[in-house]
């Protein structure tokens, strides 16, 4: 009997200790940054460098319809008139400002860390005489919504470049209501033929694992787009 005890003992502090190892892994990890990454690991993904106001040019590129068809996500969204969509790293607003006439008696909150993103957007609801758009800035951890505010959220070539995406995940579902729904749009990792770097795309399996992570359920995938996945996921509608 008195063999066993250290055995015993060994057995018990193991179990109380490895819980708690395991819960105290990081969520983060670093690497030696890539061409285009920041050298900080999320879930096995490095994440990638934030394009800057400098793009704006580029995020408004005439070509943009016929590259990626924009218009054809419209159709698939399936929302009341009143709804509030947030339309997370809204960049240049290019979405907000072809999302805002579904929503006329509703709003969209476009949120972006970048103020100079956020002037832009302002200056082109002023020019085209746009109401329903709202900017919010937000910081890298939090986008700043009110709690269960949102139907739907978002998110166009984004949510890669999240520099903490946990956080940023775990706001959005925050802010969502329940039952809303968070949209993100993310270029194809799963196809070497998508002409943009690497860690500015995503696959279904990786993109799925991260969301479900924050408690979010996979709703579909529909891959109607030349070069972008279209997912759906959901808050669920009890807590
Ligand atoms: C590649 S741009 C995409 C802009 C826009 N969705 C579009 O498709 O034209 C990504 C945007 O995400 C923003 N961003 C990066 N981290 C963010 C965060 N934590 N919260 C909100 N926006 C963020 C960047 O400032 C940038 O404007």
Redesign the pocket.
């Known amino acids: 009997m008195l063999e066993r005890v250290p055995s015993l003992f060994l057995a018990l502090s193991l179990g109380v200790l490895l819980p708690s190892i395991a819960e105290e892994a990081p969520v983060y990890t670093e690497k030696v940054p890539s061409r285009d990454g920041i050298g900080k690991v999320y879930m096995g993904r490095e994440i990638s460098q934030?394009?800057s106001q400098h793009?704006i040019g580029w995020?408004e590129r005439k070509d943009r319809e016929g590259e990626e068809k924009p218009s054809l996500i419209l159709d698939q969204l399936d929302l009341p008139k009143d709804a509030v969509i947030a339309?997370?790293?809204?960049?240049?607003g290019?979405?907000s400002f072809l999302l805002a006439p579904l929503v006329p008696e509703g709003k969209v909150v476009a949120?972006?860390?970048?103020q100079e993103?956020l002037d832009f957007i302002e200056a082109k609801k002023k020019l085209k005489k746009v109401s329903q758009i709202e900017t919010l800035k937000?910081?890298?951890?939090d986008?700043r919504l009110p709690e269960n505010s949102v139907d739907m959220a978002i998110?166009?070539?984004?949510y890669h470049?999240?520099?903490?995406p946990r956080e940023?995940a775990q706001s959005i579902v925050k802010g969502l209501k329940p039952g809303g729904r968070m949209v993100l749009l993310e270029y194809r990792g799963e196809d070497p033929t998508v002409p943009i770097k690497p860690l500015h795309k995503m696959t279904v399996k990786q993109v799925t694992r991260e969301m479900e992570a924050v408690g979010l359920e996979f709703v579909e995938v529909r891959d109607f787009l030349p070069i972008q996945h279209f997912l759906i996921f959901q808050k669920p509608k009890q807590p």
Do not use: C, K, P
């Open positions: 934030v394009v793009a995020l339309d997370i790293g809204a960049g240049s290019y979405f949120v972006d860390i970048q993103m937000g910081t890298i951890e986008t998110l166009v070539d984004a470049e999240f520099s903490h940023m």
